[in-house]
């Protein structure tokens, strides 16, 4: 089992609509950070998160430290919102522990 | 937030050059910045963790001499992909921080093609 899990790993969504991505880890950490990543490969770094919730125009992450889980919200979903979004932990040591992406795909 | 910048975002090289990489931190210093390789639909591998003014250390596989690392300043760390061939062709992205216990700020990725 791997130390965090993303679900769903592959999500197609009309436009409009509402998405979350979860993802759950089993180590403890001192951060988690959500990235983007489009077709073309950039990495875009979207939150950094320790605790509670933050937002930023159309997405919103939340954390929950004692149930070991982060989701992150696309409000009003768009086509250019389809990348593959990747949950990364931070353990306090150096090495980030990586989830294996969730693939969206939002449809015009 | 931080800002990280990777220079070039894609370079197209012929077999058997030498590739360099930069990572930058553009608005702190960073004493520690790691090297991360993406193969196709697969997850980040860290590569190596890159300290300024010391050796970097390299994770089990990694070739030392195929992938050399320096990082001389608190700002820059390099990466060269010594002798390329096409299997070396990936994504190679950096993150840095203020050192190694603090979260890291991701740089946006460096796409490599061997011809």
């Known amino acids: 089992k791997n130390e965090v899990e993303q679900s769903p790993q592959n999500l197609t969504a009309q436009e409009g609509e509402f998405i979350t991505i979860n993802c759950s880890y089993s180590v403890g950490i001192s951060a988690l950070h959500w990235l983007q990543q489009h077709p073309g490969g950039g990495i875009v770094s979207l939150f950094m998160?320790?605790?509670g919730k933050k937002k930023h125009g159309r997405l919103i992450a939340t954390i929950n430290i004692q149930e070991k889980h982060s989701s992150l919200h696309i409000t009003a979903s768009h086509p250019r919102d389809s990348a593959v979004y990747i949950c990364a932990v931070f353990p306090g040591t150096y090495k980030y522990i990586f989830g294996t992406g969730t693939r969206l795909k939002v449809l015009a | 937030g931080a800002v990280v910048s990777q220079h070039p975002s894609r370079v197209i090289c012929k077999s058997g050059t030498s590739v360099k990489i930069e990572c930058r931190s553009l608005?702190?210093?960073?004493?520690?910045m790691f090297w991360y390789r993406q193969f196709p639909k697969q997850s980040l591998m860290l590569m190596a963790t890159?300290?300024?003014?010391?050796?970097?250390?390299?994770e089990q596989g990694v070739e030392k001499d195929k992938f050399l690392i320096n990082h001389a300043s608190l700002t820059l760390s390099t990466l060269t992909v010594t002798s390329a061939h096409p299997e070396d062709s990936s994504f190679y992205i950096c993150?840095?921080?203020?050192?190694?216990?603090?979260?890291?700020?991701f740089g946006p990725g460096t796409r490599l093609l061997v011809l």
């Open positions: 890159s300290n300024e003014g010391s050796k970097a250390t390299y």
């Open positions: 993150s840095a921080g203020r050192d190694s216990s603090e979260t890291q700020y």
């Open positions: 608005d702190f210093q960073a004493t520690t």
């Open positions: 998160l320790s605790s």
